[in-house]
């Protein structure tokens, strides 16, 4: 099984992965902070989003995995992978210091959230056959 979309989508989170890793290991010698965010919070709010692409990015792709292991269609796989890759280049721009409501945190966040309901529900109804 090649996991033609799964792919897809891993390889268009890669380069957001990688830019966002990057403003977090750059950072790190201008503050002269190797661990943590040395209370600096510039630096913080890179370690977050950053920690939000980690923890939202690899469970929706082993749903994603596991769906189109068991014949989801491409319809549903796409759109999750859609989804998730349009929050994941929506919210670093919407995670804010001092604006909590911006929309764009909204934005990746929900659509993050829904990518990954869509997944529950797309196996769910193929382990289950509702």
Do not use: C
């Amino acid at each position: 099984m090649s996991f033609y979309v799964t792919t897809l989508v891993a390889l268009a989170l890669t380069p957001i992965w990688l830019v966002l890793w990057m403003g977090v290991t750059s950072a790190r010698p201008r503050f002269e902070t190797s661990i943590g965010d040395g209370g600096h919070s510039a630096l913080l709010l890179k370690v977050r989003r950053h920690g939000n692409f980690i923890e939202w990015v690899p469970f929706t792709l082993i749903l994603m995995l596991l769906a189109e292991a068991q014949g989801a269609g491409s319809f549903w796989l796409l759109a999750a992978g859609g989804l998730l890759v349009l929050g994941r280049l929506a919210h670093p721009f919407g995670l804010k210091e001092t604006e909590v409501h911006h929309p764009l945190r909204y934005v990746g966040n929900g659509t993050n959230f829904l990518a990954a309901v869509l997944l529950f529900g797309t196996l769910a109804r193929l382990h289950f056959g509702f």
